[in-house]
């Protein structure tokens, strides 16, 4: 069974600043994939960033990176130059390869952004 | 850019009716799922359909649940009576070409069931 445990509720950050949102995961699939989506007010899921667990490089899109460390089951999230749009809650999911590929979601995390 | 939708974006109605929500996949996709979000909690996994057959449910997805993909574009949940319960966000995405690629997700439908 796959499970994704966000430890953090809430986070806050001043704007222009760096975040790192904590996730970690326990999976007995050997091939999957971890994803970061974003659900701001209108509950609409963005995804934000998508690891493939096969790759050692930290997947990248723009100003949001991850530090995945496999070993320890853990991807974090780190936002920099924090803007007030990523206010948001932010979710950690996991899918694995060998079955229908459906997404096991964390608890969330709010992200409060501070001008 | 292709974008799921789902319709309608609110649905209320009273405990012991049938709903049906409708989502419309991103057009080339192949693999469908169906969340669902109570309010203020995490988002849960109810079915996922492939090749006209649903290949995986939660143990949510009882027997007052289906889905259907009537057509080659839309892809319905339907709740067959309705609980107090099942007041929630229902989230439809889909995928391409192969588990693991990133689910794009519909904007939602939120059920109130009163």
């Known amino acids: 069974a796959q499970t994704v445990t966000q430890s953090q509720p809430e986070m806050s950050v001043q704007e222009a600043e760096t975040v790192t949102l904590s996730c970690t995961y326990d999976?007995?699939?050997?091939?999957?994939?971890l994803f970061w989506y974003k659900q701001p007010p209108s509950r609409q899921m963005i995804l934000v960033i998508r690891q493939e667990a096969y790759k050692q490089q930290n997947a990248t899109e723009n100003r949001f990176s991850v530090n995945f460390q496999k070993a320890a089951k853990s991807f974090s999230l780190k936002i920099s130059d924090s803007q007030l749009g990523d206010a948001a809650m932010y979710f950690c999911a996991s899918a694995g390869s060998g079955n229908t590929g459906k997404l096991i979601f964390g608890q969330g995390t709010t992200l409060q952004v501070k001008p | 850019e292709p974008e799921v939708t789902q319709t309608p974006s609110h649905q209320v109605t009273q405990m012991g009716q049938e709903v049906i929500l409708r989502c419309v996949p991103i057009?080339?996709?192949?693999?469908f799922y169906w969340y669902r979000q109570i309010l203020g909690q995490k988002v849960e996994f109810l079915v996922s359909f492939y090749n006209n057959e649903i290949s995986e449910k939660s143990e949510i997805f009882d027997d007052q649940f289906s889905v259907e993909r009537p057509d080659g574009s839309n892809f319905t949940l339907k709740i067959r009576s309705t609980k107090l319960e099942d007041s929630a966000m229902y989230f439809c995405?889909?995928?391409?070409?192969?588990?693991?690629?990133?689910?794009?997700f519909g904007p939602g439908t939120r059920l109130t069931v009163l």
């Open positions: 057009s080339n996709h192949l693999y």
């Open positions: 995405a889909s995928t391409g070409g192969r588990v693991g690629d990133t689910q794009y």
């Open positions: 999976t007995s699939e050997s091939d999957y994939y």
